[in-house]
């Protein structure tokens, strides 16, 4: 056999995925389960998102769409800036992409030559380091900490900006902290960038924000490249549907990308998110945005009084990433053991970079609270601390 592209080895798994997979085996033997791991939302597909597929589906509408996406969808889309952030957005500037994936995908491909690198926080979403290893450019992978709420900072900018570099991507709620940058944050990174190259900012949990309102960092960075999905607020993930808002001198190049990579987003899929943007989809999904809020509520102080450190309060997504260095000094090793013996499944920290990865894990809190209360009983056990 001939070797596979050398590129692939620079390429990681997700390390979670392994204990999945033993999950799933407990599961297959009787064994009760409780995924934390799982970061995707719980709750089905909102009703009128999904009538709306089935009615393209009954109309036959499964052909191609334009590869930017369907016009009407660009357009609710650059509505939905104007009516929920008050920023104006041109239907032009949007691109409506196979979920977040295909937007970090051209976002990327857009900015980043071979060679060349982009500024990642380290922990952070671990794909997008692999789409710059694929499109020939590296990330450059900065550590951050609690300090900085685990968020590029402006000064993180001018110290590891390099004649390399053009970009940084920061995502807003996190994954894996649930860290949310505020708008003075947000504006003093795009201050510190602007002069340099681009500003990447993922949005894809924007919606899920608990303490204080969403905000978009278009409000403050007009020139900012911001990708998004309609997977996780939205409750689609299975569609495969997100989008991208660039700078309209940006269209014809994305257009490219767009046409030679994966031709449009799933027509299906698209038709369906026309509904998302839907005053009942809308008042449905605040309820799950208080449901995850109460999740939070309950799991994060539960976990603070068996012992688990939380640096930085989530106030977004639905995550929580806990310090779990009082118990073990190999938080896979932990993760490993806490399924085995307690048949809860949550991720280790080295699957969202190598700065401290394993003194931490992140819980999800994509289950409701019964189960996260039986949940706290299990790791109270295992940790020692029967509460
Ligand atoms: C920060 C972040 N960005 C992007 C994605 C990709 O999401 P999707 O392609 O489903 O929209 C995820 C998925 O978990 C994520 O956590």
């Given at each position: 056999?001939?070797?596979?592209?050398?590129?692939?080895?620079?390429?990681q798994?997700f390390h979670v995925?392994?204990?999945?997979?033993?999950?799933?085996?407990?599961?297959?033997?009787?064994?009760?389960?409780?995924?934390?791991?799982?970061g995707?939302?719980?709750?089905?597909?909102?009703?009128?998102?999904?009538?709306?597929?089935?009615?393209?589906?009954?109309?036959?509408?499964?052909?191609?769409?334009?590869?930017?996406?369907?016009?009407?969808?660009?357009?609710?889309?650059?509505?939905?800036?104007?009516?929920?952030?008050?920023?104006?957005?041109?239907?032009?500037?949007?691109?409506?992409?196979?979920?977040?994936?295909?937007?970090?995908?051209?976002?990327?491909?857009?900015?980043?030559?071979?060679?060349?690198?982009?500024?990642l926080a380290d922990p952070g979403y671990p794909c997008n380091r692999?789409?710059?290893?694929?499109?020939?450019?590296?990330a450059?992978m900065v550590p951050v900490d609690a300090?900085s709420g685990f968020q590029l900072?402006?000064?993180d900018?001018?110290?590891?900006?390099?004649?390399?570099?053009?970009?940084?991507l920061v995502a807003t709620p996190s994954n894996p902290t649930g860290g949310?940058?505020?708008?003075?944050?947000?504006?003093?990174?795009?201050?510190?960038?602007?002069?340099?190259?681009?500003?990447?900012?993922d949005?894809?949990?924007?919606?899920?924000?608990?303490?204080?309102?969403?905000?978009?960092?278009?409000?403050?960075?007009?020139?900012?490249?911001?990708?998004?999905?309609?997977?996780?607020?939205?409750?689609?993930?299975?569609?495969?549907?997100?989008?991208?808002?660039?700078?309209?001198?940006?269209?014809?190049?994305?257009?490219?990308?767009?046409?030679?990579?994966?031709?449009?987003?799933?027509?299906?899929?698209?038709?369906?998110?026309?509904?998302?943007?839907?005053?009942?989809?809308?008042?449905?999904?605040?309820?799950?945005?208080?449901?995850?809020?109460?999740?939070?509520?309950?799991?994060?102080?539960?976990?603070?009084?068996?012992?688990?450190?939380v640096p930085v309060?989530p106030?977004?997504a639905?995550y929580i990433y806990a310090d779990?260095?009082?118990?073990?000094?190999?938080s896979?090793?932990?993760?490993?053991?806490?399924?085995?013996?307690?048949?809860?499944?949550?991720t280790p920290g080295i699957d969202f970079g190598e700065r401290d990865a394993a003194r931490y894990v992140r819980?999800?809190?994509?289950?409701?609270?019964?189960?996260?209360?039986?949940?706290?009983?299990?790791?109270?056990?295992?940790?020692?601390?029967?509460?």
């Amino acid at each position: 056999m001939h070797p596979w592209a050398s590129r692939l080895a620079n390429i990681q798994p997700f390390h979670v995925m392994a204990l999945l997979g033993r999950a799933r085996a407990m599961e297959a033997a009787g064994r009760d389960i409780i995924h934390l791991e799982v970061g995707e939302p719980d709750f089905p597909t909102p009703a009128p998102v999904v009538a709306a597929g089935q009615a393209a589906l009954a109309r036959g509408d499964t052909f191609y769409t334009p590869s930017m996406g369907l016009p009407a969808l660009r357009e609710a889309i650059a509505g939905w800036y104007r009516v929920r952030f008050g920023v104006e957005v041109q239907p032009g500037q949007v691109v409506v992409t196979p979920g977040a994936s295909g937007a970090l995908l051209l976002a990327l491909g857009l900015v980043a030559d071979p060679g060349k690198r982009v500024l990642l926080a380290d922990p952070g979403y671990p794909c997008n380091r692999h789409f710059l290893t694929v499109l020939g450019a590296a990330a450059r992978m900065v550590p951050v900490d609690a300090a900085s709420g685990f968020q590029l900072s402006a000064a993180d900018i001018g110290r590891a900006w390099n004649a390399d570099t053009v970009a940084a991507l920061v995502a807003t709620p996190s994954n894996p902290t649930g860290g949310v940058m505020s708008p003075a944050e947000l504006a003093a990174l795009a201050a510190a960038v602007r002069p340099r190259g681009h500003l990447l900012v993922d949005e894809i949990y924007q919606g899920l924000n608990f303490d204080a309102p969403p905000c978009t960092a278009l409000a403050v960075e007009p020139d900012a490249i911001v990708l998004n999905s309609f997977s996780k607020f939205f409750g689609m993930t299975g569609w495969r549907i997100g989008w991208l808002v660039a700078p309209p001198s940006a269209e014809a190049e994305l257009a490219k990308l767009a046409q030679n990579l994966y031709i449009a987003a799933p027509t299906v899929a698209q038709h369906a998110a026309l509904a998302a943007f839907h005053p009942d989809t809308l008042a449905e999904l605040e309820l799950r945005r208080q449901e995850y809020a109460r999740r939070r509520d309950f799991l994060l102080p539960a976990l603070e009084a068996i012992g688990f450190v939380v640096p930085v309060r989530p106030q977004g997504a639905f995550y929580i990433y806990a310090d779990v260095s009082r118990f073990t000094a190999d938080s896979y090793r932990f993760c490993e053991e806490l399924l085995a013996q307690e048949g809860v499944a949550i991720t280790p920290g080295i699957d969202f970079g190598e700065r401290d990865a394993a003194r931490y894990v992140r819980f999800a809190c994509t289950t409701g609270i019964p189960r996260l209360e039986e949940a706290v009983r299990r790791i109270a056990r295992f940790v020692g601390r029967p509460g």
